[in-house]
């Protein structure tokens, strides 16, 4: 009785630490993921318990987006600015997908918003109960002349 206790229990933990390093094992380990709230200043409950992790939080998705955003030259003879929000979707997987614009400028700026969304690295995903779940962001990008 006490060894299938036994038994049962290092399954249990055996599984549960497989779970735990499911999402994880294609992470690259020398980076400092930190969370990357998706909803700012609205206070009281979250619909997560931890909300998704990229590699150095806001500040890795700043640096993203400016050494990798370039205003397209079409768009810059045609004096076309503006702000394009993108809505995506960090899946359970960590992988960036269901990318949208949510606030569209011009198809030229937008395009080039999805294409920096597209790069993102691998995230660590959101967890509610203990599972990995799909979290949606938002993300601004000031197109200025």
Not at 46 to 54: D, G, M, T
């Amino acid at each position: 009785m006490k060894s299938t206790l036994i038994l049962i229990i290092a399954m249990l933990i055996s599984s549960w630490s497989y779970a735990q390093n499911q999402t994880s094992n294609d992470l690259d380990v020398d980076k400092n993921y930190e969370e990357v709230v998706a909803v700012k200043n609205q206070g009281g409950f979250s619909l997560v318990e931890s909300w998704a992790k990229y590699p150095n939080g806001e500040k890795g998705i700043t640096e993203l987006i400016t050494d990798n955003l370039k205003y397209p030259e079409k768009a810059v003879k045609k004096k076309i600015e503006g702000i394009v929000t993108i809505k995506y979707v960090v899946q359970v997987d960590g992988t960036v997908g269901e990318i949208e614009v949510t606030k569209s400028v011009h198809p030229l700026l937008d395009n080039e918003a999805i294409r920096v969304i597209r790069l993102m690295e691998k995230w660590e995903p959101s967890i509610q109960r203990g599972k990995a779940v799909k979290t949606a962001y938002n993300q601004d990008f000031k197109f200025e002349l």
